[in-house]
């Protein structure tokens, strides 16, 4: 059955994405540059862009012109690193301003996206960009040897909604996927003669090692895997010691946000190379959190914009032992400004990931837990599995390190991913 998935590939492709695989064999033949020609070739790129948005973005040109920097005239990177970063409330507010006109005949797609903070984003995405970020994943899936038509499972989560599910198993038999919308040993083990078969298993990382979790004694035949992808999610380290046991291999990363494409993408090697090829990356001097320009985003130009995480960036002489010299991100830390509220002082969020990280490291104990912050000076944190009270000691000892004037209560066998997508670790309550 492959074949006609290729060939179902292929067929769509050619009429949605028609610059899609001129892309990838572009992506390949950039993957052997060195690093000064990659960087060379990012600074050309990102200047014949910039000069495009000026020229075409209403709203690029003012906003240029606050700083007096006209691309055409006195390009360097350091006038352009005197432009003020630019929201995702610019991208919303600024919205018609920032599109560009697009040619009739040009194909584009409408994209919304909404945060955790719950605005929502709308745009237009030309063709050129939309087959680039489809390129730049297929290029990261061919460094496991995975093509798009590969037979793969999808953990997508909670969908009740018959006859979108419906929909939505159809649009999947088409591309060669299979959709899991819960982690029932049930739905797992109907799939059952199917899993030998799957190539590549990608969703939010709690789901796949939820999956993993429940069928940790099943023996699953995964003799086919290649590769194991989580998204959008921190993966905590406890997550790979199941992953590792029941896939044979570790859960990977992709890191990559609607309006920015796919930033990076985890190597054989654990590496998170940056996409040169279609990013300007920065760490924004003022809140230190990465400052991205999509320089592939003609119809709606994303030029240094704040997408609100917090990145640290691997030294500059760093060079991967996979070969590839594309700059590496060591680790997406957290979000700008998720914080926890002690009585005076304030705690960022990612504390609770070091907190059991910690303990998880220490004592070997793995615990999914979940925080809110109701009231400013306390802090619930919800524990999935029952509590004893050595555990609970050893949390609040563990807690005591990093919070001085914050008051703990720990709920215990608290279900807390019974609610749809993304898993947060902390949630605040309080109004900002
Ligand atoms: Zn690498």
């Not at 046991?245 to 985890?266: D, K, L, N, P, W």
């Not at 592939?296 to 609100?308: H, N």
């Not at 563990?398 to 609610?419: P, Q, T």
């Amino acid at each position: 059955m492959s074949w006609l998935h290729k060939k179902i590939f292929w067929w769509g492709a050619n009429r949605r994405n028609p610059s899609l695989y001129k892309q990838f064999l572009e992506l390949k033949k950039t993957e052997r540059l060195s690093r000064e020609e990659l960087l060379k070739m990012q600074e050309e790129r990102l200047k014949t862009f910039v000069e495009f948005a000026y020229k075409n973005s209403s709203f690029y040109k003012a906003h240029f012109e606050k700083t007096n920097f006209n691309p055409i005239e006195n390009w360097s990177l350091e006038n352009f690193k005197k432009t003020k970063p630019v929201s995702k409330a610019d991208l919303i507010n600024f919205n018609q301003e920032i599109h560009t006109p697009v040619s009739k005949n040009e194909k584009t797609f409408f994209v919304e996206t909404s945060g955790t903070s719950g605005e929502i984003l709308t745009f237009h995405r030309d063709e050129l960009w939309d087959s680039f970020n489809r390129a730049a994943i297929w290029r990261g899936t061919s460094w496991y040897g995975v093509n798009p038509w590969d037979f793969s499972l999808y953990f997508w989560g909670y969908n009740s909604d018959f006859l979108k599910k419906t929909k939505l198993r159809f649009l999947d038999f088409l591309v060669n996927r299979f959709r899991v919308f819960d982690y029932n040993p049930k739905t797992m083990a109907s799939i059952g003669s199917k899993l030998n078969r799957v190539k590549a298993i990608e969703g939010y990382s709690s789901m796949i090692y939820e999956l993993a979790q429940i069928n940790e004694n099943n023996n699953l035949d995964f003799s086919s895997l290649k590769m194991v992808k989580g998204t959008s999610e921190k993966i905590m380290p406890h997550y790979q010691d199941v992953a590792q046991r029941v896939f044979g291999q570790r859960i990977i990363s992709e890191y990559g946000a609607t309006e920015c494409s796919i930033i990076a993408f985890e190597c054989p090697k654990g590496n998170m190379h940056i996409t040169t090829e279609g990013l300007y990356t920065e760490t924004d001097p003022e809140t230190g959190g990465i400052l991205v320009t999509n320089m592939v985003s003609r119809s709606f130009p994303i030029i240094r914009y704040q997408l609100g995480d917090e990145v640290k960036f691997k030294d500059s002489n760093f060079r991967c032992t996979c070969g590839l010299e594309h700059p590496v991100i060591e680790e997406v830390t957290g979000r700008i400004g998720s914080k926890i509220y002690g009585l005076d002082r304030s705690y960022p969020s990612l504390t609770l990931y070091y907190i059991f990280k910690n303990i998880y490291f220490n004592k070997r104990i793995k615990i999914d837990f979940q925080a809110h912050q109701f009231e400013k000076g306390k802090l619930q944190i919800w524990i999935k599995d029952k509590l004893s009270p050595e555990l609970n000691k050893l949390i609040l000892t563990e807690a005591s390190n990093y919070f001085m004037d914050l008051e703990l209560e720990l709920i215990e066998n608290n279900n807390f991913r019974e609610n749809q997508g993304k898993l947060r670790d902390f949630i605040s309550h309080i109004p900002s």
